[in-house]
């Protein structure tokens, strides 16, 4: 799509994700919407646009109260609610607005958005480290964290370029070790190892604990996930009330995207050719070990 049409469709605005349009040029890097959330800092966003090859295009809608669910944002696939809180950042890139969207994850509000609509998510620990550092946020079901930085994208490429842009990574030569669970049926383009997972989709607490035993141990698992929001609403808000509302919330079929961030990972997410459903990737946040789960999971990237 020529940036020109990118604009006229970024002031068309057809459904309501974009907070404000900024003027963009032909030739001048590609187009960045970002969340419309203070956890990222201008001077973040002005390094990328410094480099030349970013312009910021949108400031782009944010779920409010930084809910996992969007009530004012329609997904444009399934006409559901939009996954959030990042989600009018992922509607843009999945409308063709913008090239890459950056968003805020606490606890999935990148990857789950992403998910939904089955593109590329990205988040790291490491992105604008001292930045978010600063902050510190307690979730709807007691858990105590700080936000990272990711991004989406439509196009591995796009997404494996920011990522290199902003993150130190180191190859690392020597054998890894990848896990996923017992009951993935799927053959994977690389050796794995097997492994028990808890239940994914049930305590959010069991997940942080599995995911904090396990990856000091392995260089990164892997997690197929999903349909996320196709079938169920998957919001904590909502889910907390009675055991009715708690299925419908584990029907949305959020997993380990949603304690990634938690634990203090970088996790990657590779759609499939299913609706809403994708691989996810994560590992502890260290340059080798994101350098490899990268390269491992292109080999899952299909057109």
């Known amino acids: ?29 590609l187009l960045l919407g970002v969340k419309n959330d203070f956890h990222i800092h201008t001077s973040f966003i002005q390094s990328l646009i410094d480099s030349k090859q970013y312009q910021l295009h949108t400031i ?24 959030g809180s990042s989600s ?52 709807t079901d007691g858990i105590r964290f700080r936000p990272s930085l990711g991004y989406i994208a439509k196009y591995f490429e796009v997404l494996k370029e920011i990522v290199k842009v902003t993150l130190p990574l180191e ?42 035993q396990v990856l000091p141990t392995i260089d990164f698992l892997i997690s197929k996930e999903g349909p996320v929001d196709v079938e169920g609403f998957g919001d904590s808000v909502f889910g907390h009330f009675d055991e009715r509302t708690k299925q419908v919330q584990r029907k949305a079929k959020k997993g380990l995207l949603r304690v990634a961030n938690m634990v203090g990972a970088t996790a990657i997410s590779i759609p499939t050719d299913e609706l809403g459903i994708s691989y996810l990737g994560v590992c502890e946040s260290t340059p080798s070990k994101i350098a490899v789960m990268i390269e491992k999971m292109e080999k899952l990237v299909i057109p």
């Open 88 to 139: 009018g950042t992922a509607v843009n890139v999945f409308l063709g607005m913008n090239d890459i969207g950056i968003g805020s994850d606490g606890g999935g509000s990148v990857l789950a958005p992403a998910m939904c609509l089955n593109l590329f998510g990205f988040i790291s620990y490491l992105i604008d480290k001292e930045n978010m550092d600063l902050y510190s946020k307690v979730s």
């Open 1 to 29: 799509m020529k940036i020109e049409e990118m604009q006229r469709l970024s002031d068309l605005n057809p459904f309501h994700s974009v907070v404000r349009t900024l003027p963009v040029f032909s030739g001048n890097g």
């Open 60 to 83: 782009d809608a944010m779920a409010q109260g930084g809910r996992a669910i969007d009530l004012q944002l329609i997904n444009p696939i399934t006409g559901n609610y939009m996954s």
């Open 171 to 212: 190859k690392d030569s020597s054998a890894h070790k990848i896990v996923i669970s017992y009951i993935d049926s799927n053959n994977y383009p690389f050796e794995v190892e097997r492994i028990n997972f808890p239940d994914i989709y049930g305590e959010r607490k069991e997940n942080i604990h599995f995911l904090s």
